[in-house]
């Protein structure tokens, strides 16, 4: 699987639980259901002249966040996937999914809720 853009409707009010369904950007026949969220990640907004923990000024982004998590596609014939990351990318808060790798998972842990 290679990251690839997609869309999220019907995320629950409550990111924690499954429920909701992710789809292929722009195709809206196929869809993937939540079946299962391991974690949530959010990377705080960067004002201008924020600093990161080694002085250095950071750019400026939005609020991101990502879920790691089991998706179901057996309703619209699409492959299942276990532990994918689902993630938004600055500057425009785009979702993209893509396979979770261990070392992806290590840079982010900090941002885990």
């Known amino acids: 699987m290679e990251s690839s853009r ?3 409707h019907n995320w629950p009010h409550n990111p924690a639980e499954p429920g909701g369904w992710v789809a292929p950007h722009g195709d809206p026949i196929h869809r993937w259901s939540v079946a299962h969220v391991h974690a949530r990640y959010i990377a705080p907004k960067v004002l201008p002249g924020d600093r990161d923990e080694h002085g250095r000024p950071m750019r400026p982004r939005i609020e991101l966040h990502a879920y790691l998590v089991d998706l179901d ?5 699409l492959p299942d996937h276990e532990q994918v990351l689902l993630h938004q990318v600055p500057p425009v808060g785009w979702w993209l999914i893509k396979p979770a790798d261990d070392e992806h998972l290590a840079r982010i842990e900090r941002f885990k809720v």
């Open 6 to 8: 997609v869309d999220l």
């Open 73 to 77: 596609g057996s309703q619209f014939g």
